[in-house]
């Protein structure tokens, strides 16, 4: 009798549970629905009525993402041209010219040219303008219909005007199969040593590693310097490939945890290494982030490398593209990813986001958890990988920040290459601090690098014609200029570093931008040193 009542109990509970979640499930459908409906019935009535035309695409692509804005900055709706836009990134091929570009109010401008594909063949120049295609006037047209101009399908000819340096041209170019290489750079530097610079995890990446190590290894490589600086992540799958070249088989890589259980998985490395011992020093910076992070901390969680730089972004979140109606995508944020250790490396706490202020706190600034690595060092959670060897780096002030994010320096080495056409060889090429005062003096005539006090004077001049601030403008100004000059010489090595990787760029391609790195990159040249120093290297990996 009592099994029996408590049988029944039993029932009644799951019956219960089953009857709450079939609610909730429905009452979460309906509000779903019923948003759907409001919105509309809400862009119909707007349709049909609001005094001017709409675009109806336009407007829906603006409620859409600006929905998504509040959630986190990596879950994004993409329209049928974002598609492929990102199809091509995560692939690393497309048809197209070989150019990477700004969209600038006149038109396409140039910012740099790939070795040997079209656009280096035709004679364009980083620093032209495109103001036309096939005698369609660019000007004025929004980044994403400017995007469509120059991908097509491969051996199809374009007839494209340019402007350079105040010149018209005109010039026929045919479109390529273009590769975006994932390993831009691989060279040995010197007679034990090679040097792999990784700069994005698209689809191609562990094939291109893979194939830069044979490379170096049959040139006699017995150490490496793995670059990852700047690198700002891509396929989950690619960062477990990479990982596996220096791990052995059955290593568990990385683990996500998601609201979905079926997302929640641990991956381990499932093919044979490339190598499991050869000495490896991993270069990471603030701009490594995501994937970067996936290869840096599961080698620094198994010893396997040293980790050198500065501490890494911060991007412990994980997407998934997922198929909407008409040919759009939602790229959402499924999980955390989490080290072999299990350190989670997500620095900001979007889910707490501050409702008033918009400000997202860390999940820092709720204290730091401490893991053991494979040797036992003590490694913490709580925002980005921190290197086993910080290097110092140049740190920019205001006014070098705010010159940094404008196209100044572009624009300086365009002028450069004209006043300098013939740099034969890479030996050849100086722009040391003597020079700096040609980059400051080339600011005079420059109008994208504003600082906040200048832009506010120039507003208070233009609203006092005739008043004795429009006639002492011109002093001011000058003081003004003067004061932008004395803050930004203070980061001249930084400054010239930016000027000389622009200017070789011009004349050498990427390729020679690397080979300048080889013999002037700071970071690069500490890695070396270790790498030189047995006993150092081995310490560090046993925290002796």
């Not at 291109?208 to 600086?229: H, N, P, W």
């Not at 997202?360 to 709580?382: C, I, L, M, Y």
């Not at 906040?452 to 001011?476: D, V």
Request: aromatic letters at 10%; a positive charge; charged letters at 25%.
């Amino acid at each position: 009798m009592k099994k029996h009542k408590l049988r029944k109990r039993v029932l009644i509970v799951v019956l219960v549970g089953i009857l709450f979640v079939s609610y909730s499930f429905r009452s979460n459908f309906f509000e779903v629905a019923k948003q759907i409906e409001i919105y509309t019935t809400l862009f119909k009535e707007l349709n049909m009525y609001y005094i001017s035309e709409i675009n109806p695409a336009e407007i829906t692509n603006k409620a859409i993402k600006n929905t998504l804005k509040g959630l986190d900055p990596y879950t994004n709706f993409y329209n049928e041209q974002d598609v492929e836009t990102a199809k091509i990134r995560r692939e690393g091929s497309y048809g197209g010219i070989g150019i990477s570009v700004y969209y600038v109010e006149r038109g396409i401008e140039i910012s740099s040219i790939f070795k040997g594909y079209s656009a280096d063949k035709a004679g364009l120049r980083a620093g032209d303008i495109i103001v036309s295609v096939g005698n369609q006037s660019l000007k004025n047209m929004e980044s994403a219909q400017l995007s469509m101009f120059l991908k097509g399908t491969p051996g199809s000819k374009i007839i494209l005007e340019i402007v350079r340096q105040g010149t018209l041209l005109t010039k026929e170019v045919t479109r390529d199969k273009i590769v975006v290489n994932a390993v831009p750079f691989a060279e040995m530097i010197d007679e034990e040593t090679g040097y792999i610079a990784l700069t994005r995890f698209n689809d191609e990446a562990s094939s291109q590693v893979k194939k830069a190590y044979r490379k170096l290894k049959k040139e006699g490589m017995t150490k490496l310097i793995f670059d990852l600086r700047a690198n700002p992540g891509g396929s989950l799958l690619e960062s477990i490939r990479i990982s596996n070249f220096f791990l052995p088989k059955g290593k568990k890589i990385v683990s996500t945890r998601a609201k979905i259980k079926k997302w929640s998985t641990t991956y381990k490395s499932k093919n044979n290494p490339l190598d499991v011992a050869i000495p490896l020093v991993v270069l990471i910076n603030e701009r490594s982030a995501s994937a970067a992070e996936i290869v840096s901390g599961a080698l620094q969680d198994y010893d396997r490398a040293v980790i050198m730089g500065k501490r890494s972004f911060g991007k412990g979140l994980v997407q998934r593209y997922r198929k909407l109606t008409y040919g759009t995508q939602l790229k959402l944020t499924i999980s955390k990813y989490y080290t072999p250790s299990g350190r989670c490396i997500q620095e900001l706490d979007y889910e707490n986001r501050d409702a008033k202020t918009g400000k997202v706190p860390k999940f820092s600034d709720r204290g730091v958890h401490a893991f053991k690595t494979e040797n036992g060092r003590t490694v913490f959670d709580g925002g980005g990988i921190m290197p086993d060897i910080e290097t110092k780096t140049l740190i920019a002030n205001a006014s070098t920040a705010a010159l940094l994010k404008t196209k100044a320096i572009f624009n300086f080495a365009t002028h450069y290459f004209y006043e300098n056409p013939k740099i034969d060889r890479l030996a050849d090429f100086s722009f040391k601090n003597s020079d700096f005062y040609k980059f400051t003096n080339y600011l005079k005539s420059d109008t994208t690098f504003v600082t906040l006090q200048e832009s506010l004077f120039k507003k208070a001049f233009l609203a006092s014609k005739g008043t004795t601030i429009s006639r002492a403008y011109p002093k001011i100004k000058a003081e003004l200029f003067d004061d932008k000059i004395i803050e930004i010489s203070k980061n001249k090595a930084l400054i010239l570093t930016r000027i000389r990787t622009e200017i070789l760029a011009r004349f050498f391609y990427m390729e020679g931008v690397y080979q300048d790195r080889l013999k002037n990159d700071r970071m690069i040249s500490e890695a070396l040193v270790l790498l030189r120093n047995k006993d150092i290297y081995t310490r560090v990996l046993l925290n002796n």
